[in-house]
């Protein structure tokens, strides 16, 4: 089993930069492959970036592409997110995942087995 604790929100100014960190327990993190969701109130939630288990393969929404970047360091069990050229719209609670089994792509929810209790990022204008 694994256990997720997303840390780095906070509120910052349109065109800034956080860095989210996602904090896994558990000897075999790196045979998860790690994702970032985010979700506004009401919303479905919404795929953000993967990452493979080695860390090689990195997928992003069209959203973030060129904005955000999902690396891991799997001696640190731990998977970061850096948000650069913040938006408003990028307000909301990000979640990391991790999922256990082999798929074909990873951007559905349905996909991961274990989560994080998520972390309030809010971009004023």
């Known amino acids: 089993q694994v256990q997720l604790v997303e840390s780095g929100g906070g509120l910052v100014q349109a065109g800034g930069s956080l860095r989210l960190s996602c904090a896994a327990s558990?000897?075999?993190?790196?045979?998860?492959?790690v994702g970032w969701f985010r979700q506004a109130s009401g919303k479905q939630r919404e795929f953000v970036a993967r990452?493979?288990?080695?860390?090689?393969?990195?997928d992003y929404a069209d959203s973030v592409k060129g904005r955000f970047t999902i690396s891991r360091d799997n001696a640190k069990n731990t998977v970061y997110l850096q948000m650069n050229s913040l938006k408003p719209e990028d307000t909301d609670v990000y979640y990391c995942?991790?999922?256990?089994?082999?798929?074909?792509?990873?951007?559905?929810?349905?996909?991961?087995?274990?989560w994080g209790q998520g972390t309030q990022v809010t971009v004023s204008s």
């Open positions: 990452i493979s288990r080695s860390g090689g393969s990195r």
């Open positions: 558990g000897r075999t993190f790196s045979t998860y492959v």
């Open positions: 995942a991790a999922a256990g089994r082999y798929y074909s792509d990873y951007v559905s929810p349905d996909k991961y087995n274990y």
